[in-house]
């Protein structure tokens, strides 16, 4: 492998686990090498780096270009990597902050409920788990972060998806087919677009089964200051654990989260939400 590449191997690169697509892991290479350098630099000094042929160099090097990942002087021909790696690394660095600054409210939401807790993005059509508090109760529903789970399956993504307002022309360009993964999973997208409608009129959501048999769940969103859902509070319970009474309690804790971990990102409610009676969970802004 080419010497630059062997670098990234040793010092930055996970260990490989199976087969490496070489055309891609060269890509990268070279858009790493080329972020590095900071300056314009032209296809020659590319393919010294790397070992290449010239063309292979300038081919691989308008792959980047066409994609977005790297700009051309028009005058001098040089590269140089595009802003997009920034935005990319902007919005890395914001998830990770954002775990950092709700991780406090999460934690008492934990201690309060005594259920798993978790903090959840959506990717595409699916959400990822971004941190996560584990019941200490005998049983408990069972995540892990980094995992994914299809974003209409569960409260966290279909909290997540209802606060775009999606119609059922969008939620099929967005998740493509439904797959039934439990019998109470939606497979319809007039029936998941009107369940959406209404997470999004009480402001949360509600899962009963529909991603794995005997776990429920609730979620709401994060707002920033902006006012952008950027993150999604979940709590999963045992359906053993999830009678309505109890349900209408952990909604109100799983809501005073939400809203706490949104005070703390800098959302201010335009207002104050209205009292609900106390045996029903009260509607805030999804």
Not at 104 to 131: F, K, W
Not at 167 to 186: S, Y
Request: net charge positive; hydrophobic share 45%; with cysteine.
């Amino acid at each position: 492998m080419f010497q630059y590449m062997e670098h990234l191997a040793i010092s930055s690169l996970p260990p490989r686990k199976g087969p490496v697509d070489s055309t891609l892991a060269k890509g990268l290479a070279v858009l790493d090498w080329l972020a590095r350098q900071q300056r314009d630099c032209r296809a020659a000094e590319v393919a010294q780096a790397f070992g290449l042929a010239r063309s292979n160099a300038h081919r691989t090097l308008q792959t980047l270009v066409e994609c977005g990942w790297a700009t051309q002087d028009a005058q001098s021909s040089a590269y140089r990597a595009s802003l997009r790696l920034f935005e990319l690394g902007s919005l890395v660095s914001q998830c990770t902050d954002i775990v950092t600054r709700v991780r406090p409210q999460l934690a008492a939401l934990a201690r309060a409920s005594g259920e798993t807790i978790h903090l959840a993005a959506l990717d595409g059509a699916e959400i990822v788990y971004l941190d996560k508090f584990d019941s200490p109760l005998p049983v408990a529903a069972y995540s892990r972060i980094g995992g994914r789970a299809p974003g209409y399956c569960v409260a966290s993504g279909k909290a997540l998806l209802a606060a775009a307002q999606p119609d059922v022309a969008a939620l099929r360009a967005l998740l493509g087919k439904l797959v039934a993964h439990t019998p109470h999973t939606l497979t319809d997208f007039k029936a998941l677009a009107a369940e959406l409608q209404r997470c999004h009129a009480r402001g949360w959501a509600e899962n009963r089964e529909e991603w794995r048999l005997g776990v429920c769940g609730l979620g709401a969103v994060l707002r920033d200051a902006r006012g952008t859902a950027v993150a999604a509070v979940g709590m999963s319970v045992p359906s053993i654990r999830f009678a309505r009474t109890r349900a209408r309690t952990l909604t109100e804790q799983l809501l005073a989260c939400a809203d706490a971990a949104s005070a703390d990102l800098g959302f201010r409610s335009p207002q104050a939400p209205a009292q609900a009676p106390a045996t029903t969970p009260r509607r805030r802004q999804l």
